[in-house]
């Protein structure tokens, strides 16, 4: 059963198709070792024995983990969020019927930060994710637990949402590969919004060729939204095995902030495995990705302010018990049912688009949207991919930074532009870090960047820099 | 929180400075033009459904507490 396990999900379905493993078994194998999480990162597990599942007519390829930000029939969907506690929603979301449509058992809902809103899953109201390389450090976030089931051995294979770098970050700080696709590549009908004009869908897997195919299950349009264009190609499995003649941009504004040693070695050396494939590395400019984090911190929140108004104890979800009026019980079940990021981020939009402060704010920060996307076309004028670490840190410590909100939102100064400019970005690992003070050595991850719907591209290269990087390091493997 | 908002506002406001006269906003990446669909009668949520996870459904309605304040 273990070697079974140690297939990707290509080499499984591959396997089932061939009628060399069986759908069922396989799956089964794959519930037990879910039902093993002692990581915190399913919030709910088919065959947790409270009856309820998502039903797959015929398994017909490998399981997948679900991020409990999609709406599933009937099945407790939480957004990790005290206030949708107990939510069963009537219908379920576009991308997790597309894995059911395509033979896909769905294993469970795993953890996150709330509404998507954090880059350590420490906001989860139901406690955080522990990162499998070393539990007393955070998986990354907001997809922490879909990072932490796949690099823990408690799914083959997993989908998460990315807004401002919430697949590409966990990912980075998990050891495997995270993929967010061209704004628009994947439906977001029945995806829990969190900042509508920058949410995508996308894989969580172990490697390049997992998350080609699983993208190429996902994409596609769906008249259920109408921001939804699909590709105009399928993806194919990669199997490109060098990067001759692709160019590689590297942005100095990107680079000379503060990265730790340890990234910046890591970082260093995929360089030279680039050039060494027949890639070309040069530095351009991007002269306002700096300011990305500024403007993702005004239009993000004053989107999520919106899209949150609908939680207000009416139709659904958490009401708080009070003895007062409407208002009074509007603002009880608030007070309760979100956390206190969650607050923070309705305050900060709320404020942004205030009468008197939205141009200030919500308006220059939407025109230096349009410059960080301006700055990318230029760079991809005369070069194929920009490239930047995934995140300035490996993993860090669980509370270390939960006293410091803007510490935590720098964590995203890499993955925020590409969101900003709705462009397709993919985190692959890339090589080990020694974290200060000690302890076991900890993933790093590097990111590429291309250009709108040009996800085939990246995957090419993503995948022939895989294969040369032949990072195969394990948790809990030599020095952990 | 208050002093957390202001040292994030304080960050934000690094992009107030910046010369960005007669640049368009962007609201949105995809250029895509708003489409309508076929009006044609389909099945919605029944209203079982749409109230089934509603915390104090009364009679086909969501019931809430009154608007105003008694006494």
Known sequence: MAAMLELTAVEANEA???????????????????????????????????GEAI???????????????????GVPTTAGSRILQGYRPAYTSTAVRRLLDAGA?????????????????ENSAYGPVLNPWDRGRVPGGSSGGSAAVVAGGLAPWAIGTDTGGSIRQPASLCGIVGLKPTYGAISRYGMIAFASSLDQCGPLTRDVRDAALMLSILQGKDPCDSTSVGLAQAPQLPDREDLNGLRFAVPTELARDSIEPGVREVFEATLATIERLGGEITETTLPHAEHGISAYYVIAPAEASSNL??????????????AGDLVEMYEATRAEGFGTEVKRRIMLGTYALSSGYYDAYYGQAQKVRTKIAADFSAAFAEFDFVVTPTSPSIAFGLGE????????????????PMS???????????????????GPQ?????????PAFAEQKLLDAAYALEQAIGFDAKPGGAGG | MAGELSGILEHVDRIAKLDLEGVEPTSHVVELENVLRADKPHQSL???????AAPDPVDGAFRVPSPQAEG
Do not use: H
């Open chain 1, 16 to 50: 089932i198709a061939a009628g060399d493993l069986s759908a069922d078994e396989y799956g089964a194998a794959w519930a037990e070792a879910a039902a093993g999480d002692d990581l915190n990162a399913y919030l709910w597990r088919d065959g947790n024995g409270d």
């Open chain 1, 55 to 73: 039903a797959v007519e015929q398994p017909k390829i490998a399981p997948v983990a679900v991020k409990d930000i999609f709406c599933t029939e």
């Open chain 1, 105 to 121: 058992p769905i294993l469970g809902k795993t953890n996150m930060d709330e509404f998507a809103m954090g880059s350590s899953n």
């Open chain 1, 309 to 322: 108004a609908r939680y207000d104890g009416v139709r659904y979800g958490l009401r708080a018990e009070t």
């Open chain 1, 401 to 416: 930074k939960t006293a410091d909100p803007l510490a935590m939102y720098l964590n995203d100064f890499f993955t925020v």
């Open chain 1, 420 to 438: 900003l400019a709705g462009i397709p970005a993919i985190s692959i690992p890339a090589g080990l870090a020694e974290p200060e003070g000690g």
């Open chain 1, 442 to 450: 900890l993933p790093v991850g590097f990111q590429i960047a291309a």
């Open chain 2, 46 to 52: 029944t209203p079982d459904v749409a109230l089934a």
